[in-house]
């Protein structure tokens, strides 16, 4: 078991690279920070010199691969690290210099079980993409088809390991030592979802199931494609699928030049962001520039699926409302969902939660998304949780952290898109499907058709309890009881017309 000494080294070896890189600072000066938080970042800068603006993208980077991907998930978390921390985080790249190649084919050999060349014709030793956690080559199968192959870097889940277990460590005594505000923060729940985030990141069949998952739903969006998976070449360290032959989001002039039709495809873009979140809820949680593409026929793919996000219906449907509710201004409703979902402790007043969400959402209303400040509507919407005692939810988080970087892609295809006026008609027409009258009828049919499922065991028991006349009894569990014999009902006979007749009133009521 790793001793606290070393946990505290650690710590201390990384608080000097960020230090170097002022993204100390803010912890510093927060009144907030608890003494011993401030005492030990003290420590950590001392006799470094201090730049002035941070640069906290850049310490992660430094570090290693695990805070690299630890910077990503807090870049959702500008309650915790503050807004322009946050922002700054939203630039990290998620790139380090690629694994030689004798140890990636080694790795590909040993997890597929078989020597590479029996597994493809061609197979590129430099790489088309190095990241942290895997890099990517291009291939051609044996039997012809052109792939790409993503690896896990050697070595790598040790590596998470070592700094999953530190990084747990300090959030429980962060939380334990760090007050009120810490508790609310809840670090410990940050930490345990980024080491749920990053299990899935470094297990490539999931991030493969993933693929095929989302590509089966986004069926009902024929712009939006998802790659085949290669499953006989596919493995927990190693993942095949299709490659793709398209122009990545992030260079406009390039979309221009091939004849693209920019608003197209961020109309396309938004539209499949909000099915995913929405109607599905599994959405694909890092679609940055690098990971879209334009391909030539006007479609939008997608590619890297280790980071998705999973709503339950319930979520989705107070989330539709949210949105709904912020789009034409129905603050109050909005309000009431946040108190029913239990969103903002009982104590607070509703009024004045609604008051304080017309002043986020109505200087934004009806404006061009080039004119919103998305980081200022951020800043105010945490403002809010702290002042409401707001609890952390650590999946709405990372939709919210989604839905900016979506927002920020669809805005530089379409500097006048309006985010709001594309999301309402189908939030609209989504909301008439999942609470109107055809909803409810749907509801209430599946309702009575489980009741009915479970009349031929409820009949059982009721005969095995309550016999015919003349049948024998059950047998008591206690001792020997004089018992009056009573007429017993026709219980089969009642159960059975009632069950009918429910049903046949139910689906009467419905077709009416």
Same mark, same amino acid.
């Given at each position: ?29 927060? %009144?907030? *920070? ?13 006799? *470094?010199?201090?730049?002035?603006? !941070? ?59 078989? @020597? ?9 030793? /430099?790489? /088309? ?32 390991? *070592? ?58 969006? %024929?712009?939006?494609?998802? %790659?085949?998976? #290669? ?13 793709? #032959? ?14 693209? #039709? ?16 929405? +109607? ?64 903002? @402790? ?16 109505? @200087? ?9 400040s998305v980081g200022r509507m951020l800043e105010g919407l945490f403002t809010i949780t702290r002042d409401f005692d707001m609890p952390t939810q650590p999946h709405l988080l990372l939709l919210q952290k989604t839905m900016v970087m979506e927002e920020g892609v669809a805005t530089f295809l379409?500097? #006048? +898109? ?6 309402? !008609? ?10 109107? @009258?055809e909803a409810y009828a749907a509801d209430r049919i599946i309702h009575w058709t489980r009741a009915l499922k479970k009349l031929p065991d409820l009949i059982d028991r009721i005969d095995h309890y309550f016999p015919a006349p003349g049948a024998a009894p059950p047998p008591l569990p206690t ?9 017993? !009902? ?23």
């Open positions: 078991m790793t001793t606290a000494v070393t946990h505290l080294w650690r710590l201390l070896k990384w608080g000097r690279t960020l230090a170097r890189h002022g993204a100390l600072q803010g912890i510093e000066r927060d %009144p907030l *920070t608890p003494p011993a938080v401030r005492r030990l970042v003290k420590l950590a800068r001392f006799g *470094t010199r201090q730049p002035e603006e !941070p640069d906290y993208a850049h310490a992660l980077q430094a570090i290693g691969p695990a805070a690299i991907k630890l910077g990503q998930a807090l870049a959702t978390r500008p309650d915790l690290v503050g807004e322009k921390a946050a922002h700054n985080l939203l630039t990290l790249q998620d790139s380090l210099p690629p694994a030689p190649f004798p140890l990636i084919r080694e790795a590909v050999e040993k997890a597929l079980e078989a @020597p590479l060349d029996k597994l493809f014709l061609e197979f590129d030793e /430099v790489p /088309v993409g190095a990241a942290s956690i895997a890099q990517v080559h291009r291939a051609v199968t044996i039997e012809g088809r052109q792939v790409a192959v993503k690896v896990l870097r050697p070595g790598i889940e040790e590596e998470f390991a *070592t700094a999953l277990e530190t990084y747990e460590w300090a959030a429980a005594h962060l939380e334990t030592h760090g007050g009120d505000e810490a508790v609310r923060l809840r670090p410990q729940m940050v930490i345990a979802h980024f080491r749920q985030w990053t299990r899935r990141e470094l297990d490539l069949n999931r991030e493969a199931a993933s693929a095929s998952e989302l590509k089966q739903n986004m069926v009902a969006e %024929p712009g939006f494609y998802v %790659p085949d998976i #290669d499953w006989k070449r596919t493995s927990r360290r190693v993942m095949t699928l299709e490659w793709l #032959d398209g122009i990545k989001l992030s260079k406009r002039a390039e979309l221009i030049a091939a004849g693209h #039709d920019l608003r197209s495809l961020a109309a396309i873009l938004v539209r499949a962001f909000l099915r995913q979140a929405v +109607i599905d809820g599994f959405f694909h949680a890092d679609l940055h520039q690098g990971n879209l593409f334009a391909l030539a026929d006007g479609r939008i793919a997608a590619i890297d699926f280790g980071i998705m996000g999973r709503i339950d219906r319930r979520a989705r449907l107070w989330l539709a409302e949210i949105l709904y509710g912020l789009i034409t201004g129905n603050y109050e409703r909005v309000a009431e969902i946040h108190f029913e979902a239990q969103y903002v @402790p009982r104590h607070h007043n509703i009024a004045e939660f609604t008051t304080a969400l017309r002043a986020v959402g109505e @200087p934004i209303r009806g404006l061009p998304v080039k004119e919103i379409d500097p #006048d +898109i309006n985010m709001w006026e594309s999301a309402e !008609p189908f939030l609209r027409e989504w909301i008439r499907s999942e609470l109107g @009258p001792a020997q009881v004089e018992v009056t014999e009573l007429p017993k !009902p026709r219980w089969r006979d009642f159960l059975l017309a009632a069950g009918g007749a429910a049903a046949g009133a139910a689906v009467v009521f419905f077709l009416i």
